[in-house]
T-cell receptor, first 115, second 111 residues
Framework: AAGVIQSPRHLIKEKRETATLKCYPIPRHDTVYWYQQGPGQDPQFLISFYEKMQSDKGSIPDRFSAQQFSDYHSELNMSSLELGDSALYFC??????????????FGPGTRLTVT | RKEVEQDPGPFNVPEGATVAFNCTYSNSASQSFFWYRQDCRKEPKLLMSVYSSGNEDGRFTAQLNRASQYISLLIRDSKLSDSATYLCVVNEDTGRRALTFGSGTRLQVQP
């Protein structure tokens, strides 16, 4: 079965640079979520989109922005990168209808290292 | 206090053992409950949703006690491949679909 696709898988950036992470949800899933997992920490919710509209916002810094496009893929844009932004960034997707509507399926993640 | 609390472990058990993990959540309005497993540096993988009636999937059984705000996962006949971190996960509000993760319980199954 098709899974969530994320690119790139690894990214190395310097402080104050920008980064763009991409996520392609499971086909027919209409909701996309972004999570950040720092070293030794549990995943923290950043932001979500339903039908291309922002549906919820978590602990996303103002330096970050995200959007969902007409083909349902999503991009997380990160500017003025800081050392503390080094983390695994996961995208997850879900479908809003049916018995599995709250189940989120995660992509393999993008490992961002800021030097 | 974390919204979802788990014993971090590690739980070291021999192959074939039965092991149980527990989790408590603080928000009584929480609506959906899950167990995910996460291998080192990999993505969380949905193991099972947890329903009030309890549910079973092969060697795995999950239980939910809403009155006590308590979730459990039982693994029977442990395999080496079960070694991972098990994350208790809660969706706190039907209007907000973000997941709240516990810090995970590490399981090491030994030969």
């Amino acid at each position: 079965a098709a899974g969530v696709i994320q690119s790139p898988r690894h990214l190395i950036k310097e402080k104050r640079e920008t980064a763009t992470l991409k996520c392609y949800p499971i086909p027919r899933h209409d909701t996309v979520y972004w999570y950040q997992q720092g070293p030794g920490q549990d995943p923290q919710f950043l932001i979500s989109f339903y039908e291309k509209m922002q549906s919820d916002k978590g602990s996303i810094p103002d330096r970050f922005s995200a959007q969902q496009f007409s083909d349902y893929h999503s991009e997380l844009n990160m500017s003025s990168l800081e050392l503390g932004d080094s983390a695994l960034y996961f995208c997850a997707s879900s479908i809003t209808s049916g018995p599995r509507s709250y189940e989120q399926y995660f992509g393999p993640g993008t490992r961002l290292t800021v030097t | 206090r974390k919204e979802v609390e788990q014993d971090p472990g590690p739980f070291n058990v021999p192959e074939g053992a039965t092991v149980a993990f527990n989790c408590t959540y603080s928000n009584s309005a929480s609506q959906s409950f899950f167990w995910y497993r996460q291998d080192c540096r990999k993505e969380p993988k949905l193991l099972m949703s947890v329903y009030s009636s309890g549910n079973e999937d092969g060697r795995f059984t999950a239980q939910l006690n809403r009155a006590s705000q308590y979730i459990s996962l039982l693994i029977r006949d442990s395999k080496l491949s079960d070694s991972a971190t098990y994350l208790c996960v809660v969706n706190e509000d039907t209007g907000r679909r973000a997941l709240t993760f516990g810090s995970g319980t590490r399981l090491q199954v030994q030969p």
